[in-house]
């Protein structure tokens, strides 16, 4: 079994971590969703982390707002690449936990991606991106996503541009 790890500090992150899990639900990507949390529950995360690895998570996301330490502290439980998204609501709407989850020490990286909802799309994207490298039908998937989208642009825009 390969599948994606999400994890997220609080159930107050669901609501925007619901988009990451949806986005790698509609590539028909396999993934687990938990909320633990490195201050709350550290043996909880950390037990976590060592039985999805062992049974075959190949990317974790780890989603956290205010003093976001849950990606660094994962990233320190597996050579597995780790994204983590940084989420809004603390006092700096998002920063601190940008900040706090993308300032990590030299040899032990959190792939960082945006603040709040974008960052827990990209997120999903980004680990399909890690998967496709193996996995041709998973890129195959992924390129023809990008000329959707390249093409919604183009229909976007007709009704609306002017060009001289
Ligand atoms: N940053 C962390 C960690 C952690 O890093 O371990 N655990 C929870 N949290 C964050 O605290 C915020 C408020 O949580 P509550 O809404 O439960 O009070 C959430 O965004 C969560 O990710």
Same mark, same amino acid.
């Given at each position: 079994m390969k599948f994606v790890s999400i994890l997220m /500090?609080?159930?107050?992150d669901y609501s925007v971590m619901e988009e990451c899990a949806k986005t790698l639900e509609k590539f028909g990507v396999l993934h687990e969703v938990v909320v633990s949390s490195a201050h709350r529950s550290p043996e909880r995360t950390h037990q976590y982390v060592k039985n999805a690895e062992a049974k075959g998570a190949k990317v974790f996301i780890a989603a956290a707002g205010m003093a976001a330490h849950l990606a660094g502290v994962v990233a320190s439980l597996t050579t597995k690449p780790v994204i983590g998204v940084p989420m809004k609501g603390g006092v700096m709407e998002g920063m601190d936990a940008l900040l706090s989850t993308a300032q990590?020490? /030299? /040899?032990?990286p959190v792939g960082t991606v945006a603040i709040g909802s974008a960052g827990a799309v990209n997120s999903a994207y980004l680990a399909m991106q890690i998967l496709a490298i193996e996995d041709e039908e998973l890129a195959a998937k992924l390129k023809e996503d990008r000329i959707l989208k390249a093409k919604k642009v183009e229909t976007d825009s007709m009704g609306i541009e002017i060009i001289l």
């Open positions: /500090g609080s159930k107050s990590m020490p /030299g /040899g032990m």
